[in-house]
């Protein structure tokens, strides 16, 4: 039985074109960027300086969007 990690390489004109993976290495490749993005995503938000106001200003702007 073939290794269900080792990537199948599509050739096209002696050249690769293309990849075949496992589907579960393929879902966890997904899993593994969407962490990345959310973690830069995480750094840039920790750059901004944080903004603070009162929980009564708060209160009357949420009340006037409902």
Known sequence: M???RNPEIV???S???AVIID?????EMLERLADT?????LEEMR???LK???LEDFL???ARKI
């Open 60 to 62: 009357n702007e949420y």
């Open 37 to 41: 993005e959310d973690l830069r995503l």
């Open 15 to 17: 050249k690769p074109t």
């Open 23 to 27: 589907i579960d290495a393929y879902q």
């Open 52 to 54: 603070f106001r009162k």
């Open 2 to 4: 073939k290794d269900k």
């Open 47 to 49: 750059r901004k300086p």
């Open 11 to 13: 050739l096209r004109d």
